[in-house]
Nanobody, 118 residues
Framework: QVQLVESGGGLVQAGDSLRLSCAAS????????SGWFRQAPGKEREFVAA????????RYADSVKGRFTISRDNAKNTMYLQMNSLKPEDTAVYYC???????????WGQGTQVTVSS
């Protein structure tokens, strides 16, 4: 079993920063990659950022590139999303996810709310 516990969400003003954390427990945490997704009210869930656990290479959605940074601490089984220069359009429920053996995102956190006021 894999459990992902998120923290760090909250209500902030535009231009502020937040750091989301995703702590994993269980035997199968490390895999091909892990990432962050978000879902705004009335919209589909979208990709935000991902990181390879083996090599640390990263990729980002165009909407957050240059503002968000994904990182991980393998020893702590924890993944982070540093969010700078937050905008109201960043408001969403943010989910962390980890790939399973097949390379699909099989493990998900419960989501944490990020609200950015103008």
């Amino acid at each position: 079993q894999v459990q992902l516990v998120e923290s760090g969400g909250g209500l902030v003003q535009a231009g502020d920063s937040l750091r989301l954390s995703c702590a994993a427990s269980g035997r199968t945490f490390r895999s091909l990659a892990s990432g962050w997704f978000r879902q705004a009210p009335g919209k589909e869930r979208e990709f935000v950022a991902a990181i390879s656990w083996n090599y640390g290479d990263t990729r980002y959605a165009d909407s957050v590139k240059g503002r968000f940074t994904i990182s991980r601490d393998n020893a702590k089984n924890t993944m982070y999303l540093q969010m700078n220069s937050l905008k109201p359009e960043d408001t969403a429920v943010y989910y962390c996810a980890v790939q399973g053996p097949k390379g699909t995102y099989d493990y998900w956190g419960q989501g944490t709310q990020v609200t950015v006021s103008s």
